[in-house]
């Protein structure tokens, strides 16, 4: 099994950056890709980002946030800078064996518990 913990989440103002964490641990030789989903009130969970070697960017955030990870810490990191307020939402911090997994939240193996993220106008 694979535990992913969030922290970091929380109230912003447009403009402003946060940095996200998720910390994984448990058996991780499964685990070939991370990556974060978002989803707002009402709406369905989007895949922000994703890692293997490089990261990859869904366009709603791309030259915003940026996807990072701590091999050594089993670390992934979502640095998000110009919030707006349409990044209001609860972000997960998910764990997959492949690119064909993690594409879609169906498939996802393993999920964080999510932490919100509020950005006001």
């Known amino acids: 099994q694979v535990q992913l913990v969030e922290s970091g989440g929380g109230l912003a103002q447009a403009g402003d950056s946060l940095r996200l964490s998720c910390a994984a641990s448990?058996?991780?030789?499964?685990?070939?890709?991370m990556g974060w989903y978002r989803q707002a009130p009402g709406k369905q969970r989007e895949l922000v980002a994703h890692?293997?070697?490089?990261?990859t960017l869904a366009d709603s955030v791309k030259g915003r946030f940026i996807i990072s990870k701590d091999n050594a810490k089993h670390t992934v990191y979502l640095q998000m800078n110009s919030l707006k307020p349409e990044d209001t939402a609860v972000y997960y911090c998910?764990?997959?064996?492949?690119?064909?997994?993690?594409?879609?939240?169906?498939?996802?193996?393993?999920w964080g518990k999510g932490t919100l993220v509020t950005v006001s106008s």
């Open positions: 998910v764990a997959a064996s492949s690119l064909w997994s993690i594409i879609s939240s169906s498939r996802v193996e393993y």
């Open positions: 448990g058996t991780l030789t499964s685990i070939n890709v």
């Open positions: 890692i293997i070697d490089n990261g």
